[in-house]
């Protein structure tokens, strides 16, 4: 079994901070890359940054410059570092590992339950 658990939701007024964290457990071989999504009510799914094991990053166009995404190799463990948050950032936000669970054994995505973030005064 793999899971992870996301912390560090809540609600937030405009232009504030929140940070976000997913750590992954369980069977795990390896991690090639980790990530945030949000969903949004009537949205579809869309991401919002992913790090590889390495450290290269990309970023969707609307957090470019606001949001940083972060990762602890040792501790399976991804980061978001939200600023500056506006309104239109108010979404159920999903943690997303692509890992192996073997040696031999395929990547696969793995979700977390997801986290909720409200921007409102």
């Known amino acids: 079994q793999v899971q992870l658990v996301e912390s560090g939701g809540g609600l937030v007024q405009p232009g504030g901070s929140l940070r976000l964290s997913c750590a992954a457990s369980?069977?795990?071989?390896?991690?090639?890359?980790m990530g945030w999504y949000r969903q949004a009510p009537g949205k579809q799914r869309e991401l919002v940054a992913v790090?590889?094991?390495?450290?290269?990053?990309n970023y969707a166009d609307s957090v470019k410059g606001r949001f940083t995404i972060s990762r602890d190799n040792a501790k399976n463990t991804v980061y978001l570092q939200m600023n500056s948050l506006k309104p239109e950032d108010t979404a159920v936000y999903y943690c997303?590992?692509?890992?192996?669970?073997?040696?031999?054994?395929?990547?696969?995505?793995?979700w977390g339950q997801g986290t909720q973030v409200t921007v409102s005064s």
């Open positions: 997303n590992a692509l890992l192996a669970r073997t040696a031999t054994g395929n990547y696969n995505d793995y």
């Open positions: 369980g069977r795990i071989f390896s991690i090639a890359a």
């Open positions: 790090i590889t094991r390495g450290g290269s990053t």
